[in-house]
């Protein structure tokens, strides 16, 4: 693999600093944080020099809990300097969630923010460590989450029992020289694992994909490559920093470049609009359920975007007209689809800046370059030809090291040949083109035929009156399965299921065409914006139990 570039992330911040110390680094406007490189690099190192005097050595697990605010940003930085794994923590746990990730990563510091909406993190961690009270400074000790050591405040509160707060953390960092903190960076490893990032988890618990310096600073390098990204672009990042579409292809792809990080606490269309506008922001990334939002705001005509020229939109299948509004309302031109998984840190196809709109909807794009991509036969493991429906399977140096302390979940995920198996179902043109056509999982068997949800899909977001579809399989004693539609209508129609079967007769298949119509505000999402079929399959499940 000749393209990869063999940099640790602080060698990553240490050369954008190097070569554009005055260019905006950090913009944070809700926090009234405007930071350039030389400043921004000062903090990092203040942080990481806090987490050396907090104990943190090389290769500790060290768990953040927080929306995108600035701390995120330092310590991610900072724990790339010192070595130390950064275990994301999705916002949107409650305590059952947030014990089982500390406990089965072996964390032992745990970053903490006060809230976020109808999550109170600081009372679940006391909820969940009550260990908390009687600790007078010195080490935790926890009964059920023994390796946990120390738990770090972030935010205003008065008192914090047994906790340490952020700012005394770094001050405990003066007592470390500059050449302390140099050597430490020296002494990692571009091949150390460096990041823990947890899989939602929509079968069985959560699995911690570990991903490595190398993973993810050359993902964020090809991302950005592909966008083309320079030090003049300005990146809106509004999606979670928990995930790898946040801490990857937005931050890590925004320094490795020299680029300013725009960041939103949490995804807010009007003040998306406003930092947009406001900031001259170059570059947006986002969910396809996010840029609808942000189009269809009432104030969205208020603001000029003509700053906007690239982006990504992942996470989900874009639909056409999303595309072209994108492309037309916001000026999006150059705006790019990303495919990918966190197993594989988490790019491995996007379409081109110049890339004609129709496939910039129809695929996810050609490989990245020195990453490998093809499509089998999922039960014979056999390669398939083009335009042959198949199992995705990846391979690079961008592929996770393993699951945490999950060796059989790994050796099923990763074959002896080093092929990732995505469990995504799709296809590849004779142009290098990828198509995903659905989840293995997501395939609905009805009698016997084999049903991709994303063709419906396709084929129901023809209808005007539709903003919105997710089309799932129930279980049906007769048929195995039956087919079920999820819409989300446009403001201001009412509901009628016989209009949307007749628009499917004669179009789709008789067996293709819902059974079952839905009408839905909304659908179960993750933090990162991807819809949780398998919570729709359990709920419409009850209701249409046969």
Not at 478 to 506: R, S
């Amino acid at each position: 693999m000749t393209g990869f570039v063999n940099e640790t992330i602080g060698q990553v911040i240490s050369e954008a600093t190097r070569r554009y110390p005055l260019n905006a680094a950090l913009v944070h406007p809700e926090f009234g944080v405007r930071l350039n490189y030389q400043e921004f690099y000062a903090q990092c190192r203040k942080v990481a020099k806090g987490l050396m005097a907090l104990g943190i050595k090389r290769g500790d697990h060290v768990s953040v809990w927080t929306t995108n605010i600035p701390e995120w940003i330092y310590l991610q930085f900072g724990l790339g300097m010192v070595g130390g794994v950064l275990v994301t923590v999705n916002t949107n746990y409650q305590s059952h969630e947030l014990e089982y990730i500390l406990k089965q990563s072996d964390s032992s510091v745990l970053f903490v923010m006060e809230a976020y909406r109808d999550v109170n993190f600081y009372e679940t961690v006391r909820r969940v460590i009550p260990e908390l009270d009687k600790n007078k400074g010195q080490e935790l000790s926890c009964e059920k989450l023994p390796l946990l050591k120390k738990v770090i405040y972030i935010g205003n509160r008065d008192k914090a029992p047994g906790m340490l707060r952020f700012e005394e953390m770094v001050a405990l960092g003066e007592s470390i020289s500059d050449e302390e903190l140099d050597a430490r960076v020296k002494s990692l490893d571009e091949n150390d694992v460096i990041n823990m990032q947890y899989t939602s988890g929509t079968t069985g618990f959560p699995k911690g994909v570990m991903l490595t310096h190398r993973n993810i600073v050359n993902n964020g390098r090809m991302v950005g490559d592909v966008m083309g990204m320079t030090e003049k672009d300005k990146l809106l990042i509004q999606v979670p920093l928990f995930h790898c579409f946040g801490c990857v292809m937005s931050t890590m792809n925004a320094v490795y470049h020299g680029s300013t990080m725009v960041v939103m606490e949490f995804f807010d269309p009007p003040k998306a609009l406003a930092a947009i506008n406001s900031e001259r922001c170059t570059a947006i990334n986002g969910v396809p359920t996010m840029f609808v939002a942000i189009l269809n705001h009432p104030d969205f005509a208020r603001y000029d975007l003509t700053c906007l020229r690239t982006g990504i939109m992942a996470g989900a299948p874009c639909p056409e007209e999303t595309m072209n509004q994108v492309r037309e309302k916001m000026h999006c031109e150059e705006i790019v689809i990303a495919f990918g998984q966190t197993e594989c840190a988490p790019v491995m196809t996007m379409t081109r800046r110049d890339d004609p709109v129709q496939l910039r909807v129809a695929t996810v794009g050609r490989l990245l370059p020195d990453i490998e991509g093809k499509i089998i036969d999922p039960d014979s493991g056999k390669d398939l030809p083009f335009d042959v429906q198949g199992e995705i399977v990846t391979r690079s140096e961008c592929v996770m090291k393993g699951y945490y302390k999950m060796a059989q979940a790994t050796k099923e995920a990763i074959d002896q040949d080093g092929w990732l198996h995505t469990g995504d179902l799709g296809e590849v043109d004779k142009n290098g083109y990828f198509k995903v056509t659905g989840r293995i999982k997501d395939m609905i068997i009805r009698g016997g035929e084999n049903i991709y949800p994303r063709e419906i899909e396709e084929f129901l977001y023809k209808h005007p009156k539709i903003e919105n579809v997710q089309v799932i399989g129930i279980p049906d004693s007769k048929y195995g399965e039956q087919v079920l539609a999820a819409i989300q209508l446009k403001n201001g129609h009412n509901p009628e299921a016989d209009e949307f079967a007749e628009f499917c007769k004669g179009k789709i298949a008789r067996h293709k065409i819902p059974k079952y119509w839905e009408f839905v505000d909304g659908y179960p999402m993750t933090a990162s914006g991807k819809i949780q079929k398998y919570k729709m399959k359990e709920i419409f499940a009850k209701k249409y139990k046969n």
